[in-house]
């Protein structure tokens, strides 16, 4: 064969091609042959380029068996959300519908832990006043006909300290619910779910009106009316709608073999568009260009992408889906590595057990050989100062509160490393045995104690 055939032949392969899907399209019956030749021609084509900025955050078997908990409260959710917040993640898409109340929890790490202490130290203030109150007056540094005012100050002072006290034990109870929305709100850039019906429902009239108002898609032109089978959806509850920036919706259909090969990426519900769940975010990081929808693509209108502004045309086939470019590859391996969920809460747990360390190492009675003030109460200092700026973020949801705790994270993180590279792991344990020398023989194995739990509770500091 030479070489002007063999040209003339390969310009026959596109038409017939074009012919085959052109019968596959007329002849009814033959959808799952036509799904079959787009597996094959999606096999030939090159492997789809995965986007190293996208992290599959699951909660996996590692991460239900570390908290030993399911379903999960959502105030595991939450505390995830102040991990990426705090390490500056971009977005966080949720492809979980939470469109029911959940239980109250108990915080046991801050039961045990802040207000635990937080309770030793109105108890150990208290009886060191009122100890120099009575001191001073058998001293005769007070008079008797002062003593009544002093009393009352000190009454004033515990009235204050018990009050605190009462207030910060409201923390202990934790609304799940409106703990997840407030950490949403405090990261941001948190979209939540829509699920889109076939039938009309009756949702709470507010948290569908709200949903109607601030999830449907503004900036968008409708070049033609979206193909759709639904005509209402389901919203997440008021605590965590109100507090998300976004939300799209997560229905796929699938084929007859259980393949899902087509999206929608718009559609209309009540009169107002809606986005897919990955689509509003994606526009967003695009700068939000309006989208016109139109027979045949969805064109992003000046997307910034790469630095520059370009328009973004995506084909869609007659019914309005989009054909779904799979990775090469299953799920577990695509977009590799996925990070379970529980690396978050494993941060914000070390910090916890970091911050029990402290407060034991605190104790130990070799600080009084260092002069000055135990360098301990800095750090606990710090923690408290950046935990109340954590609640107070949380509440307001402001973002100079949500700026003030991060900066009160990073002076905490940044006092510890200095505390760490002062050398207290040796230049302690060097006092101890400098004053061992001096005790008398029946004292001396006390200070191996000493010096033992010191070790231990400092190195547990620095592991943590």
Excluded at 81 to 106: K, R
Aim: glycine share 8%; proline share 5%; hydrophobic share 40%.
């Amino acid at each position: 064969m030479n070489t002007k055939t063999f040209f003339r032949r390969l310009i026959f392969i596109p038409l017939i091609v074009g012919g085959l899907f052109a019968v596959l399209d007329l002849v009814s019956g033959l959808d799952s042959l036509e799904n079959k030749v787009y597996d094959l021609f999606l096999h030939w084509k090159p492997a789809v380029k995965e986007s190293s900025k996208v992290v599959l955050l699951d909660v996996d078997e590692e991460a239900i068996d570390r908290t030993s908990s399911w379903p999960w409260p959502r105030g595991l959710i939450a505390r995830g959300l102040e991990t990426m917040t705090e390490i500056g993640a971009g977005y966080a898409v949720f492809d979980i519908e939470y469109v029911n109340n959940s239980p109250m929890s108990v915080d046991r790490e801050y039961l045990d832990g802040e207000l635990k202490a937080d309770f030793d130290n109105f108890a150990d203030d208290a009886g060191s006043n009122i100890g120099e109150v009575f001191n001073s007056i058998a001293n005769g540094d007070i008079a008797i006909k002062d003593a009544a005012d002093y009393g009352n100050q000190l009454v004033d002072l515990l009235k204050q300290g018990k009050d605190d006290l009462y207030k910060r034990t409201g923390r202990v109870a934790v609304e799940n619910d409106s703990y997840l929305g407030k950490a949403m709100r405090l990261f941001g850039r948190a979209s939540i779910t829509l699920n889109l019906q076939e039938s009309t429902i009756n949702p709470p009239f507010a948290s569908r009106q709200f949903a109607a108002d601030h999830f449907s898609s503004k900036n968008i032109v409708l070049d033609g009316k979206p193909p759709t089978d639904f005509v209402d959806f389901i919203s997440p509850i008021m605590p965590v709608a109100t507090m998300a920036e976004g939300a799209g919706f997560t229905n796929v259909p699938v084929d007859a073999d259980g393949v899902r090969r087509r999206i929608d990426l718009v559609e209309e519900v009540g009169g107002k568009p809606y986005l897919q769940l990955a689509f509003a975010p994606l526009r967003r990081m695009l700068g939000d260009p309006e989208i016109v929808y139109r027979k045949g693509s969805v064109l992003l209108k000046g997307a910034l992408y790469n630095g520059q502004k370009t328009d973004v045309s995506i084909p869609i086939d007659e019914s309005g889906k989009m054909l779904i470019r799979w990775p090469k590859k299953k799920f577990d391996a695509s977009f590799a590595p996925h990070v379970s969920f529980y690396r978050l809460l494993e941060y914000r747990n070390n910090e916890d057990t970091l911050v029990q360390n402290l407060r034991a190492l605190r104790t130990v009675e070799a600080w009084r050989l260092l002069p000055g003030q135990n360098p301990v109460d800095t750090l606990l200092a710090d923690w408290k100062a950046e935990e109340d700026a954590r609640f107070a973020a949380l509440d307001s949801g402001t973002g100079d509160d949500r700026a003030a705790w991060l900066s009160l994270k990073a002076k905490f993180k940044g006092d510890l490393a200095d505390f760490l590279a002062q050398g207290y792991d040796s230049r302690i344990p060097s006092m101890i045995q400098a004053a061992k020398a001096k005790a008398a023989a029946k004292d001396r194995p006390l200070y191996d104690d000493l010096s033992g739990r010191f070790t231990g509770l400092y190195t547990n500091c620095k592991d943590a």
